[in-house]
């Protein structure tokens, strides 16, 4: 297959670059503890310096899969199907969520909201990055605001992301897996002043699942 056609199947969202995709237990946020078929999609040019999957970064480190067929194997596992990155957004969602909608599944992304929605989706975590923020008509689709806090800059870049949401939007504050232990005890104090919000953790780091 050359280039050319390759970039035309990922444009037509026929073809996606997975890094990898599992049946699992979602770990954080609005559905943590609910089983969850996870297809990772590669591709990201957000940068977050403490991202836990920068592997996930280039797109080309990753095999091109047909999305119909990867549609259809994660749904012989669950009907609930995440999509996540990388930036999963940055392809053409639509035929991979057409086929999943046709097989009966529920999809949630996970998504810094830096690009464009495609694609059928029940359920969007939007997890905001400052390095590229969110497109302005996204704030109002997302189902979950989770916010990442790395230092204590990020609470008061979490209220003002928390304005651009809509008021059934369910809020999470979660802590940078390394900064765990020093970060906790302060969300604690954020919500309990702030008690919309709520706390997220990555269970599934607990429970060494991936």
């Not at 590229?132 to 230092?151: R, T």
């Not at 008021?167 to 002043?193: G, H, V």
Request: charged letters at 25%.
């Amino acid at each position: 297959m050359t280039k050319e056609q390759e970039d035309l199947l990922l444009k037509e969202g026929k073809m996606l670059p997975v890094m990898e995709h599992f049946y699992t237990i979602q770990g954080e946020g609005f559905h943590a503890g609910k089983a969850a078929y996870f297809i990772r999609l590669g591709g990201c040019d957000v940068g977050c310096h403490w991202c836990d999957v920068k592997e996930s970064w280039d797109p080309t480190l990753h095999p091109l899969m047909d999305a119909v067929e990867i549609a259809e194997t994660a749904a012989k596992y669950c009907k609930t199907i995440v999509l996540t990155g990388g930036e999963p957004l940055m392809w053409n969602l639509e035929i991979l969520t057409s086929k999943l909608k046709e097989l009966g599944c529920t999809i949630h992304i996970e998504t810094s909201g830096a690009y464009p929605m495609s694609g059928q989706l029940d359920w969007i975590t939007l997890s905001p990055k400052k390095t590229g923020l969110p497109l302005q008509d996204i704030y109002q689709k997302a189902s979950e605001l989770k916010v990442i806090i790395f230092n204590n800059n990020d609470f008061k870049f979490a209220q003002e992301q928390a304005e651009k949401v809509s008021e059934t939007c369910e809020l999470y504050l979660q802590s940078e897996w390394s900064k765990r232990d020093a970060n906790y005890p302060k969300i604690t104090d954020f919500i309990l002043e702030h008690p919309r919000w709520r706390s997220s953790i990555q269970t599934h780091k607990y429970l060494n699942i991936p």
